[in-house]
């Protein structure tokens, strides 16, 4: 039997701090009777081992869910069993299914969990809900609630979303529906005073701590490839599905951040963004060189000679 197929565990959820990261738990405390959870960033990865000395007492093993911590040695010498649950692209070398350690970039966060999870259908009522979650999540964009349920969760926070849809009850109410409609009207005036800076290769960078999705969606409708919208701590760094643009390419490229093909966050100090956006349009402009005109292969180039 899988260790981790037991709803009698008690379980130390960490999971990522977005909507993706949100629903993952939903199903982690569907499926478990007794779960502590911490939502967690990637600016906040030097504060697991301090939760889990904090909780010692209080669980038998760790689940990381839309998330994966690069001190895992660390983690697992604290002596409990750890499963890891993640879809970043940038975590790829971490992936050991015999050590229950799973990055499956093919789905988001939730989904993962939820067919890790759901092996005797007891999560069944979750489906939709991690549906609308995927769809958002991969930027499969057809399903139009998935922008609405995204937009609940910026405006309300993890907790209230945790809460609000903990039973995959989707059908939002009238007092939501009307928020909806107001925040639409909000992001219009919002985006037609947001200051921005166009960058190279069709880039953009603007500052704000709201209406992160519509604000690029807005930027690519525009036409721009790729942008970079600062929020404290960090850069959200975007690229349109036609732009050929690989951000987990740029993040290599900078040493630090992690995420998708396109979407990534990168930490970062507003006393140094000016650096920092540089650095991301530098390493953008030699992603693209590099796919346009990758590395010639010396034993090839000496092949082709001989000829």
């Known amino acids: 039997m899988n260790y981790f197929h037991n709803t009698k565990l008690r379980i130390l959820n960490f999971t990522h701090s977005d909507m993706d990261g949100a629903v993952s738990n939903i199903v982690v ?15 906040q990865e030097n504060t697991i081992l301090q939760k889990m000395i904090k909780f010692k007492d209080e669980f038998d093993a760790v689940l990381f869910t839309d998330y994966c911590p690069q001190n895992l040695n660390e983690i697992k010498a604290f002596g409990k069993p750890v499963l890891v649950l993640d879809h970043h692209e940038t975590v790829k070398k971490y992936n050991n299914p015999k050590d229950f350690v799973y990055i499956c970039p093919g789905y988001c966060g939730a989904k993962l969990v939820y067919e890790y999870l759901n092996h005797d ?22 399903d139009p609630r998935s922008k609405h349920f995204n937009s609940l969760y910026w405006d309300m926070g993890f907790n209230w979303f945790v809460n609000r849809f ?41 500052y704000s701590e709201k209406f992160l999705h519509e604000i690029v969606e807005s930027l690519y409708a525009e036409g721009y490839k790729w942008c ?33 093909e396109h979407a ?44």
Request: glycine content about 8%; charged content about 30%.
């Open 166 to 206: 903990y039973l995959g009850e989707i059908e939002l109410n009238k007092s939501e529906k009307a928020f909806l409609v107001r925040r639409m009207k909000e992001y219009k005036d919002y985006f037609a005073n947001l200051e921005i800076s166009e960058l190279r290769n069709g880039g953009v960078f603007c």
């Open 264 to 307: 990534v966050g990168i930490p970062q100090n507003k006393d140094v963004l000016d650096k920092l956006i540089a650095e991301v349009d530098e390493a953008v402009d030699t992603t693209i060189k590099l796919k346009e005109n990758p590395p010639a292969d010396e034993f090839m180039n000496k092949l082709q000679g001989a000829k």
């Open 228 to 260: 970079i919208v600062y929020r404290a701590g960090y850069l959200s760094v975007r690229s349109a599905e036609d732009s050929g643009i690989d951000l987990t390419e740029v993040v290599k490229t900078l040493g630090r951040g992690g995420g998708l």
């Open 121 to 142: 259908d007891v999560l069944n009522h979750l489906k939709e809900l991690v549906d609308i979650v995927n769809d958002i999540d991969l930027y499969i964009n057809k």
């Open 29 to 43: 405390r569907n499926y478990y009777n007794k779960v502590i959870t911490e939502p967690i960033s990637h600016l």
